[in-house]
């Protein structure tokens, strides 16, 4: 149902757009305020356990998307769905690094999380292309009711999972870099690991909202346009996932490259869909490399709590470009 959100609350219920829009941008802000308290949860009580109360909130969340009725319904469902969002990021990536550290397969981290980003991107795809069919054939009715089942999938698999050892400690020194250790004090490697990620998730999170609100492309293309841009994503954690371990220079080349596409874009806009696109494919290739880095430079009593951290200036950089290029297209 990702993507027919706006058509259920605002045909079948009812409600106006600019209501259902300013409480949906008010859930992705709250995302951001409980990021962290969500990372010190799955720390400090069990990985495992978050994941399975993000999958729980998630649950009730598309219960309440399908059931609920008015604005009351939408802010429950809203806050929900954050909160199971909030407690499974870094909660995920924590657990496969602690289970990967504890089977001695600590290298295969970065293709392991590069190869399962590649998988779900392109499952939202086919899941996005296939909720509409099944709504245009059977309703809304089934579309919600499948959607809920596959949240419970999901809940199900959390609670068949196991809570690993805790891992070794990292080097106190610094980060590795292309087989090099880098010297740095671990605040600051974190927030230069994240940031240069964050600021080229938010490019090309503007540059794709720009693309698709031109007004020159017909709807055909437009699909075109969305499914290119969500493959190319997917093709950069592929790459990825053969790429060697790297780390905070890797980060900021990458975000370099993605700001030159965006200026180039800006500047000859004949080329715009295509910089878009490239963006999207650095923006793929970045995730896995930043995941794996974090990791390995994170202490095992903060390792949800890093993650969590770079999901939140992640969405904080979103949001501050999306408003931009939304005065930009004005």
């Given at each position: 149902?990702?993507?027919?959100?706006?058509?259920?609350?605002?045909?079948?219920?009812?409600?106006?757009?600019?209501?259902?829009?300013?409480?949906?941008?008010?859930?992705?802000?709250?995302?951001?305020?409980?990021?962290?308290?969500?990372?010190?949860?799955?720390?400090?009580?069990?990985?495992?356990?978050?994941l399975?109360?993000?999958?729980?909130?998630?649950?009730?969340?598309?219960?309440?998307?399908?059931?609920?009725?008015?604005?009351p319904?939408?802010?429950?469902?809203?806050?929900?769905?954050?909160?199971?969002?909030?407690?499974?990021?870094?909660?995920?990536?924590?657990?496969?690094?602690?289970?990967?550290?504890a089977?001695?397969?600590?290298?295969?981290?970065?293709?392991?999380?590069?190869?399962?980003?590649?998988?779900?991107?392109?499952?939202?795809?086919?899941?996005?292309?296939?909720?509409?069919?099944?709504?245009?054939?059977?309703?809304?009715?089934?579309?919600?009711?499948?959607?809920?089942?596959?949240?419970?999938?999901?809940?199900?698999l959390?609670?068949?999972?196991?809570?690993?050892?805790?891992?070794?400690?990292?080097?106190?020194?610094?980060?590795?870099?292309?087989?090099?250790?880098?010297?740095?004090?671990?605040?600051?490697?974190?927030?230069?690991?994240?940031?240069?990620?964050?600021?080229?998730?938010?490019?090309?999170?503007?540059?794709?909202?720009?693309?698709?609100?031109?007004?020159?492309?017909?709807?055909?293309?437009?699909?075109?346009?969305?499914?290119?841009?969500?493959?190319?994503?997917?093709?950069?954690?592929?790459?990825?996932?053969?790429?060697?371990?790297?780390?905070i220079?890797?980060?900021?080349?990458?975000?370099?490259?993605?700001?030159?596409?965006?200026?180039?874009?800006?500047?000859?806009?004949?080329?715009?869909?295509?910089?878009?696109?490239?963006?999207?494919?650095?923006?793929?290739?970045?995730?896995?490399?930043?995941?794996?880095?974090?990791?390995?430079?994170?202490?095992?009593?903060?390792?949800?709590?890093?993650?969590?951290?770079?999901?939140?200036?992640?969405?904080?950089?979103?949001?501050v470009?999306l408003?931009?290029?939304?005065?930009?297209?004005?």
């Amino acid at each position: 149902m990702h993507g027919l959100y706006l058509l259920w609350w605002v045909q079948e219920r009812g409600m106006p757009a600019a209501t259902v829009a300013a409480i949906l941008a008010a859930g992705d802000l709250a995302i951001v305020a409980v990021e962290v308290p969500t990372g010190w949860f799955a720390d400090r009580l069990g990985h495992r356990l978050s994941l399975i109360v993000g999958s729980a909130c998630q649950v009730a969340g598309m219960l309440l998307c399908w059931l609920g009725q008015g604005i009351p319904g939408l802010v429950a469902a809203s806050v929900l769905v954050g909160l199971g969002d909030g407690f499974r990021s870094g909660a995920d990536q924590a657990l496969l690094y602690r289970s990967c550290v504890a089977l001695g397969r600590e290298a295969d981290f970065q293709r392991i999380e590069a190869r399962t980003r590649a998988v779900q991107i392109s499952a939202l795809v086919g899941l996005v292309m296939a909720g509409g069919f099944i709504v245009q054939r059977w309703g809304f009715a089934t579309g919600w009711l499948l959607e809920t089942l596959l949240c419970t999938t999901g809940l199900v698999l959390a609670w068949a999972m196991a809570e690993p050892p805790a891992a070794a400690e990292p080097p106190e020194d610094g980060i590795a870099e292309n087989g090099r250790t880098i010297a740095v004090n671990g605040l600051a490697a974190l927030s230069l690991l994240i940031l240069p990620l964050s600021v080229l998730g938010g490019l090309t999170s503007a540059a794709a909202f720009l693309a698709q609100t031109s007004g020159r492309t017909d709807p055909q293309a437009l699909t075109l346009l969305v499914a290119a841009i969500s493959l190319a994503e997917a093709a950069g954690a592929i790459v990825a996932a053969r790429m060697p371990s790297s780390g905070i220079l890797t980060q900021a080349v990458l975000a370099s490259l993605g700001l030159g596409a965006a200026i180039t874009g800006a500047i000859r806009p004949s080329v715009f869909p295509a910089a878009v696109i490239g963006l999207s494919f650095l923006d793929g290739l970045a995730h896995p490399l930043r995941a794996a880095a974090m990791q390995r430079l994170a202490a095992d009593a903060m390792r949800a709590r890093a993650a969590s951290f770079a999901s939140a200036c992640d969405k904080a950089c979103d949001t501050v470009l999306l408003l931009a290029a939304g005065v930009w297209r004005r």
